[in-house]
Antibody, heavy 120, light 108 residues
């Protein structure tokens, strides 16, 4: 059974940093691209970042480019999101989501989410 | 950037009725890049449809997707109580994804 478990969320002041983790199990983690998607309170879904299976290529939404860094440790089956220079508008539930296959364009499994609150 | 606009924002229907949800793109979208998700309160999104019309594993056949170009549709043939939720369309272009704003299907 595929499982994705996010951790590391919490309350942080504007300008601060936070690192989210997503522990994966039930599939060959090193074979799949992984994403972060966020959802502000009461709002819709916003794609944040993608890292390909090998970890050698990454992509970001314009809203987080230069502030957030996605990475992965395939030996630990774990995905990360380092978030710096956080702003109030970054407040959201952050989901990790598995890309269905290298040549697919949808996300077949999602974690339960980690809440990040940016406030003074 | 391709913008996805879903309509209506809210759909009020009774169990057993047919639901038709629309997703319109600001530019033509490759059908294989279009997906639909369902989200219930407090839960993560769940993949329903990918490639515009292919049902994901375990999704009941009352859910169907159709469309091409700029107009896509999610149809729920007969609403079950568990289908009342928010539905999002998603598209991929140039190594990034965007979502529509969502359609809430609520009990009338």
């Amino acid at each position: 059974e595929v499982q994705l478990l996010e951790s590391g969320g919490g309350l942080v002041q504007p300008g601060g940093s936070l690192r989210l983790s997503c522990a994966a199990s039930g599939f060959t983690f090193s074979g799949y691209g992984m994403n972060w998607v966020r959802q502000a309170p009461g709002k819709g879904l916003e794609w944040v970042s993608l890292i390909i299976a090998s970890g050698t290529n990454t992509h970001y939404a314009d809203s987080v480019k230069g502030r957030f860094t996605i990475s992965r440790d395939n030996s630990k089956n774990t995905l990360y999101l380092q978030m710096n220079s956080l702003r109030a508008e970054d407040t959201a539930v952050y989901y990790c989501a598995k890309r269905a296959s290298p040549n697919s364009y949808h996300f077949d499994y999602w974690g339960q989410g980690a809440l990040v609150t940016v406030s003074s | 950037e391709i913008v996805l606009t879903q309509s209506p924002d809210t759909l009020s229907l009774s169990p057993g009725e047919r639901a038709t949800l629309s997703c319109r793109a600001s530019q033509s979208v490759t059908s294989s890049y279009l997906a639909w998700y369902q989200q219930k309160p407090g839960q993560a999104p769940r993949l329903l449809i990918y490639g515009a019309s292919s049902r994901a594993t375990g999704i009941p056949d009352r859910f169907s997707g159709s469309g091409s170009g700029t107009d896509f549709t999610l149809t729920i043939s007969r609403l079950e109580p568990e289908d009342f939720a928010v539905y999002y369309c998603q598209q991929f272009v140039s190594s990034s994804w965007t979502f529509g704003q969502g359609t809430k299907v609520e009990i009338k």
